[in-house]
């Protein structure tokens, strides 16, 4: 009886403890709020341009034939050189290209050439040189509609040599025809060509590549093309080929130091071809489509790398 009530009063003391606590009131407990996400910041984004490409075409007579399948090569990669610089052969292909002709102009104008056109002798006594020269300035001021180098559809330099001073003179404005014949004047094969009161002669004489003439004009990248190493198995034989193989041996040392500073350098495969050798153009220009093919993968990275902040 007595464990039944003390049971009882535990039982209800329980229920008691229960009742109170349901009649008091939850203590309202305030969490701190969680930490805003951090978020990265975004990296600004720098608008980039391509470098300025300066093409420098040099000079090696009948060997210039191969700038136009270097030209062709890079067309057909989606390069095109903002402005174009050039010596002796190189000026010819340079000017013809800078009027607004494409690889495949070029290369038909290339063949259908006819070397009379080019060729004017001169009279061994009164000349100062085998070719006067006119016949090559009427081909090419023909070939270009007359245009002055400042009308140019790309930003053009033509580089000759004066002939009292020895410095290269670079031509960027006037007629784009006598600057060509001036910079092609290869002494002892073109007579010197006289502009207002100074003779000039093959612009090779200072620069076969115009590597530095390019940059003077504003490239930040410079494609060079050498087409003036010496045949190392074709004998010079006439006059003409002795006169231009002395004119490429002369021109080595300086290509060595110029051809330095330029970001690319191509060499067509010409061994063996005479710079007198007309009959080769086709070789000399698929000799400059292997030339650039090859030398794609690295023109690409080097104007990837070069990009400037806009």
Same mark, same amino acid.
């Given at each position: &009886?007595?464990?039944?009530?003390?049971?009882?009063?535990? *039982?209800?003391?329980?229920?008691?403890?229960?009742?109170?606590?349901?009649?008091? /009131?939850?203590?309202?407990?305030?969490?701190?709020?969680?930490?805003?996400?951090?978020? =990265?910041?975004?990296?600004?984004?720098?608008?980039?341009? $391509?470098?300025?490409?300066?093409?420098?075409?040099?000079?090696?007579? /009948?060997?210039?034939?191969?700038?136009?399948?270097?030209?062709?090569?890079?067309?057909?990669?989606?390069?095109?050189?903002?402005? @174009?610089?050039?010596? !002796?052969?190189?000026?010819?292909?340079?000017?013809?290209?800078?009027?607004? &002709?494409?690889?495949?102009?070029?290369?038909?104008?290339?063949?259908?050439?006819?070397?009379?056109?080019?060729?004017?002798?001169?009279?061994?006594?009164?000349?100062?040189?085998?070719?006067?020269?006119?016949?090559?300035?009427?081909?090419?001021?023909?070939?270009?509609?007359? #245009?002055?180098?400042?009308? &140019?559809?790309? =930003?053009?330099?033509?580089?000759?040599?004066?002939?009292?001073?020895? +410095?290269?003179?670079?031509?960027?404005?006037?007629?784009?025809?006598?600057?060509?014949?001036?910079?092609?004047?290869?002494?002892?094969?073109? !007579? =010197?060509?006289?502009?207002?009161?100074?003779?000039?002669?093959?612009?090779?004489?200072?620069?076969?590549? $115009? *590597?530095?003439?390019?940059?003077?004009?504003?490239?930040?990248?410079?494609?060079?093309?050498?087409?003036? !190493?010496? =045949?190392?198995?074709?004998? /010079? @034989?006439?006059?003409?080929? @002795?006169?231009?193989?002395?004119?490429?041996? &002369?021109?080595?040392?300086?290509?060595?130091?110029?051809?330095?500073?330029?970001?690319?350098?191509?060499?067509?495969?010409?061994?063996?071809?005479?710079?007198?050798?007309? !009959?080769?153009?086709?070789?000399?220009?698929?000799?400059?489509?292997?030339?650039? +093919?090859?030398?794609?993968?690295?023109?690409?990275?080097?104007?990837?790398? #070069?990009?400037?902040?806009?």
């Amino acid at each position: &009886m007595v464990l039944t009530k003390y049971l009882g009063r535990v *039982v209800g003391l329980c229920a008691l403890v229960v009742l109170v606590g349901c009649s008091t /009131a939850p203590t309202v407990v305030d969490l701190p709020e969680p930490p805003p996400a951090v978020t =990265p910041p975004t990296p600004p984004v720098v608008l980039t341009r $391509p470098p300025r490409l300066g093409l420098a075409l040099g000079g090696g007579a /009948a060997r210039g034939f191969a700038h136009i399948g270097v030209i062709q090569e890079l067309e057909r990669a989606g390069i095109r050189p903002d402005l @174009v610089a050039g010596t !002796s052969a190189g000026s010819l292909v340079g000017t013809l290209y800078a009027s607004g &002709m494409n690889g495949a102009e070029l290369e038909r104008v290339a063949l259908q050439m006819q070397e009379a056109e080019i060729t004017d002798w001169s009279l061994p006594i009164l000349g100062r040189g085998l070719l006067r020269g006119e016949a090559l300035q009427r081909y090419v001021r023909k070939a270009v509609d007359g #245009k002055l180098l400042e009308n &140019m559809a790309l =930003p053009l330099g033509v580089l000759a040599t004066d002939l009292q001073t020895g +410095r290269g003179v670079l031509f960027r404005r006037g007629d784009a025809a006598t600057a060509v014949r001036a910079s092609s004047a290869v002494p002892g094969v073109f !007579s =010197p060509v006289k502009i207002g009161e100074t003779e000039y002669v093959d612009g090779g004489l200072t620069a076969p590549v $115009p *590597v530095r003439q390019a940059r003077e004009m504003g490239a930040e990248v410079v494609l060079a093309v050498d087409v003036s !190493s010496v =045949p190392e198995h074709n004998p /010079a @034989v006439g006059n003409l080929e @002795v006169v231009l193989q002395t004119f490429a041996i &002369m021109g080595q040392n300086i290509n060595r130091h110029e051809l330095t500073t330029a970001d690319v350098v191509l060499r067509p495969a010409l061994n063996g071809m005479s710079g007198a050798d007309f !009959s080769a153009r086709k070789r000399a220009i698929e000799a400059g489509r292997q030339a650039a +093919r090859a030398a794609l993968p690295q023109i690409k990275e080097v104007l990837l790398a #070069k990009r400037r902040p806009l």
